[in-house]
C-alpha cells in the first residue's frame, strides 16, 4: 500500500525538509519500478510455460506477479505526474495511496491464498486432487482481485462523502481517505494472520516429509495411507513456496509496522525520521519484486530451463545450459548436434577395436 504513500513523498513541505534526498529517493523509486514491470511481465510469460509445475501454484503465483507489477506501474504513473508534469498536489498523491494500495491488498491476498492452497493440498491431499480444478482457482484469483478492489474503492468513497461537501467546495482528502487506508490495513493484518498460520503448518509438514526421507520408518503401505505423505514434485513446489512466503513476510514487515504507527500516531506524519523509515519499507517491497521473482526462477528447474531458452536467444553459451537443464527436467536422454557428429565420428573407431578384440581371441 505504502508503495503509494513513499512517505518521503507525502506533500511539498518534504522538498523543504529532504533537499537533495528527496530528489534522489523519488526518482530512485521510478526507475526501480520500471525494472520491475518489466522483469515481472518476463516471469509471467515464462511461468506460464512450465506446464509441469503446479497449475494452482502457477495460477496463484501469476496473480500475485501481476498485482505486483500492477502496482510498479500505478506508482511508476504517479511519480511521472508529480515528478515529471509537475501534479504534485493532494489529488495525485491520494490517488496513488488508493491505486497502488489496492494492488498490494491483491498481492497479499494471492499469496496469502497460495499459501492456503498448500495447506489444503497437503492435509486433505486425495480430496484435493479429485475437486481442485483450474476453473475453480481462475474463480478463485478473480475473487480475490474483484473483492479487494471493491472493498477498497467503496470504503474510500463513503469516506469522501462522508468528509466532502460539493455544495460548500470543501474537502480534506486525507480526512475523505482515512476510511480506504483502513480498509487496506485491516486486509493486510488478515492476510498476514492467514500467511503466518499457514506457514507454520506447512513447515512442520516439510519437516517431517523430510525427516521420513533421511530416515525412512514406515512401510509402503503406511506412506500410502498418510494423507501428508508427499510426492518430490510436491515436495519442491512446497519448498520453494514456503520461501516465496517467507521472503514475502519479512520484506513487508516494515511496512505493517509503518502502518500501525502512521495511523495511530498521525502528528508523526510530517516527521523525519517516519519519512525515511517509510521510504526504507517501501525500498523492502521493491527487493521482494525481485527476490520472488528469482525463487521463481532459480527454484523451479522447469521455469529456469525456459528462462536459459530464453536468454540462449541472444547469449548462445546458455544454450548448453539448457540442453544439461532438459535433460533433468524432463528425465530423458537428449544429446545436442554437436554430441551426435562426435559420437558417430567414434563409431568406426569402437567397431575396429571390437573387429580386432575378436581376432585376437579366436587366435589364442
Not at 507454520?200 to 505423505?229: D, M, W, Y
Request: net charge positive.
Amino acid at each position: 500500500m505504502d508503495n503509494a504513500t513513499s512517505g518521503d513523498m507525502d506533500s511539498n513541505t518534504t522538498s523543504d525538509n529532504f533537499g537533495p534526498l528527496l530528489f534522489v529517493l523519488n526518482y530512485s523509486t521510478l526507475f526501480v519500478s520500471i525494472v520491475i514491470i518489466f522483469c515481472e511481465i518476463a516471469a509471467v510469460f515464462i511461468l506460464q510455460r512450465c506446464k509441469r509445475m503446479l497449475p494452482s501454484s502457477r495460477i496463484l503465483s501469476t496473480s500475485f506477479i501481476l498485482s505486483d507489477a500492477a502496482g510498479a506501474f500505478l506508482f511508476a504513473i504517479h511519480q511521472i505526474l508529480i515528478l515529471v508534469c509537475g501534479i504534485n498536489n493532494d489529488v495525485t498523491h491520494n490517488s496513488r495511496i488508493l491505486a497502488v494500495g489496492t494492488m498490494l491488498t491483491v498481492s497479499w491476498a494471492s499469496v496469502a491464498s497460495m499459501s492456503l492452497e498448500r495447506v489444503i493440498a497437503l492435509k486433505v491431499n486425495i480430496k484435493y486432487n479429485i475437486n481442485a480444478s483450474k476453473l475453480k482457482i481462475y474463480l478463485l484469483v478473480s475473487f480475490i482481485w474483484m473483492a479487494n478492489v471493491l472493498i477498497v474503492t467503496v470504503a474510500f468513497l463513503l469516506g469522501f462523502q462522508h468528509h466532502c461537501s460539493s455544495a460548500l467546495g470543501i474537502c480534506d482528502l486525507w480526512k475523505a481517505s482515512k476510511a480506504g487506508r483502513f480498509a487496506m490495513m485491516s486486509l493486510l493484518i488478515f492476510y498476514e494472520i492467514i500467511l503466518v498460520v499457514s506457514y507454520v503448518i506447512i513447515h512442520n509438514i516439510a519437516s517431517r516429509h523430510e525427516k521420513n526421507i533421511l530416515a525412512p520408518k514406515r512401510t509402503f503401505g503406511q506412506s500410502k495411507s498418510n494423507p501428508e505423505t508427499l510426492t518430490q514434485r510436491q515436495y519442491a513446489a512446497t519448498v520453494t513456496i514456503l520461501k516465496i512466503v517467507l521472503a514475502f513476510m519479512l520484506l513487508h514487515a516494515p511496512i505493517v509496522i509503518h502502518l500501525f504507527v502512521f495511523e495511530s500516531q498521525v502528528s508523526l506524519r510530517n516527521e523525519t525520521l517516519r519519512r525515511i523509515f517509510h521510504a526504507l519499507s517501501y525500498l523492502c517491497i521493491q527487493i521482494n519484486s525481485f527476490v520472488s521473482v528469482h525463487l521463481y526462477v532459480a527454484k523451479f528447474d522447469e521455469c529456469k530451463l525456459y528462462f536459459y531458452l530464453t536468454l540462449s536467444r541472444i547469449f548462445k553459451n546458455y544454450g548448453d545450459q539448457a540442453e544439461e537443464l532438459r535433460v533433468k527436467v524432463y528425465d530423458i536422454v537428449l544429446s545436442t548436434k554437436t554430441e551426435q557428429v562426435r559420437m558417430q565420428s567414434q563409431l568406426p573407431e569402437v567397431s575396429v577395436c571390437t573387429s580386432v578384440n575378436d581376432v585376437s581371441t579366436t587366435v589364442s
